[in-house]
């Protein structure tokens, strides 16, 4: 078998900095397998080749300019080509790019960053987080979870407490306990997941969930007593944790309503379980505070990070580490057999560091909380007039668009339409970038957006909504 691409690769850049497109994309479906990818699709249609970025903007191979409402994957959170997390890497990496943090060392930016953090993190009610577990990236912050939460219970002599309560359509990463803690049935479908003693509850959509004529108030508290309800079926001496999404992301950006994590936090105090709040979306100012728990009033004892803390610029993740755990860890476990190459990379931690210093000189976290958070809200608002609108939500700067064939009577499109993928579509021809979860439209746009930015998606939104229209009326697809 002749493998010709390997040994005379073509020159995927020229000279003048123009990009061989359909040379990037034969290689691409050559050799590299995506996540999360259709590659029969992706051969077929060629890959999008994302080549630069700048602050809200990223460029493909063709030149198309595009307004990046996803911030990369909710990350990119400081925005593109910031030179200051960029001389922050090159600094660390010229002074030390790398020692590991077993054995009795440590590096100088992993402890600042993990003070930083801390004083980063609100206490409530007395419980405040001094400690950080560092990864490289939320998958892996979600299986030391796993990992602490059952050393934590046998530490104080009950092993038996081994199951840890997730929602279905929640994310928590891809490795094998993330993925099983995460409700997604596609992947729950592939490799035998989940793993056991992983059980779930049904996720606190408003729209899909609730009863005729119930408020949303009602709602929540009805939908967070699932979680007792299945406490009480499991057996409340087998429970280990509940963990969350302060705000559901992947899911399709599911808000829940303010009255669900007060009920969530009462029926885990009940029962004595570890609350772990999976903060790797909505931590670092996406929801207008450093950390989201603050802005729904519970009180985690772990919390999952991820995504901003770097502004996507390099991995790093970890868990916050409250101080019921932390007292049991650290004052009565002797060593926790657990951690990884890169727990702690000085790098990273110098990156984090930049990164949040960055987004305090520029105020992001109080801009989306006070000032762009609402006048994004407010704009949104806006879009219920939208006949394919049914509903249209915000939550500081994680925002989601549900369409629907019949405005009236809220009917969805029949699955075949893909309604969500086909409004895609007009958005990457009309340079806006945002994602489809089923017939949802989701935004999560980098924090540094200005007001005239907002109005500029905003725009860019309406046409896409607008050109949506007109296809599916051409093609008679409307009620
Ligand atoms: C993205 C995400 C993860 C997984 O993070 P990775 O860095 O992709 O492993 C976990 N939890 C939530 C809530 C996420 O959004």
């Not at 979870?145 to 002599?157: A, E, K, P, S």
């Not at 885990?268 to 603050?294: N, P, Q, T």
Request: aromatic content about 8%; charged content about 20%; some cysteine.
């Amino acid at each position: 078998m002749s493998n010709s691409s390997l040994i005379a690769p073509p020159a995927l850049v020229q000279r003048d900095q123009k990009h061989d497109t359909a040379a990037v994309q034969t290689l691409d479906s050559a050799h590299f397998i995506h996540p999360f990818t259709d590659h029969a699709d992706l051969a077929a249609q060629g890959a999008k080749v994302i080549v630069k970025a700048d602050n809200i903007h990223v460029f493909d191979s063709e030149g198309h300019k595009m307004l990046d409402a996803m911030s990369g994957l909710w990350c990119v959170n400081a925005g593109y080509a910031r030179k200051e997390l960029a001389d922050a890497a090159y600094q660390q990496m010229m002074t030390l790019p790398f020692y590991n943090n077993f054995f009795n060392t440590t590096n100088v930016p992993a402890v600042r960053l993990a003070a930083k953090l801390a004083s980063l993190a609100p206490e409530v009610d007395g419980r405040s987080f001094r400690h950080v577990f560092y990864s490289s990236s939320g998958s892996e912050s979600n299986d030391t979870n796993v990992r602490m939460v059952r050393r934590y219970w046998d530490l104080l002599g009950q092993p038996q407490r081994k199951v840890i309560i997730g929602r279905l359509n929640g994310y928590h990463g891809s490795t094998m306990a993330g993925a099983s803690l995460g409700g997604m049935s596609g992947m729950h479908a592939q490799g035998d997941l989940p793993i056991p003693d992983i059980q779930h509850i049904e996720q606190p959509y408003f729209a899909e969930k609730a009863r005729a004529g119930e408020s949303a108030a009602e709602f929540g508290v009805r939908a967070a007593r699932w979680l007792e309800d299945k406490i009480l079926a499991v057996g409340p001496d087998r429970v280990a944790a509940f963990i969350g999404e302060p705000v559901q992301g992947a899911g399709g950006v599911i808000i829940p309503p303010d009255t669900y994590w007060p009920e969530i936090q009462r029926i885990v105090d009940k029962y004595g379980i570890l609350l772990i709040s999976d903060e790797v979306i909505c931590a670092f100012g996406r929801l207008g505070h450093w950390f989201a728990y603050e802005k729904f009033g519970y009180k985690p004892d772990l919390i999952t990070f991820a995504k901003g803390v770097t502004s996507g610029y390099v991995p790093l993740g970890g868990v916050m580490v409250g101080d019921r755990v932390a007292k049991v860890l650290i004052e009565q476990g002797g060593e926790f057999n657990h951690g990884y190459t890169y727990s702690g990379h000085p790098v990273a931690c110098a990156v984090a560091l930049a990164n949040i210093e960055l987004m305090e000189r520029e105020g992001l976290v109080e801009r989306v909380r006070n000032d762009t958070g609402p006048y994004l809200a407010e704009r949104f608002e806006e879009l219920q007039a939208h006949p394919l609108v049914g509903a249209a939500d915000t939550c500081g700067f994680v925002g989601g668009i549900t369409l629907v064939k019949n405005k009236a009577t809220m009917a969805a499109f029949d699955a075949d339409v893909g309604v969500g993928m086909i409004c895609r579509g007009h958005c990457f021809k009309n340079g806006l970038i945002m994602r489809a979860v089923g017939d949802r439209m989701i935004i999560a746009p980098p924090l540094v957006m200005t007001r005239a930015q907002v109005d500029e998606l905003m725009g860019l939104i309406k046409l896409c909504l607008d050109a949506t229209l007109d296809e599916l009326r051409s093609a008679g697809k409307l009620a």
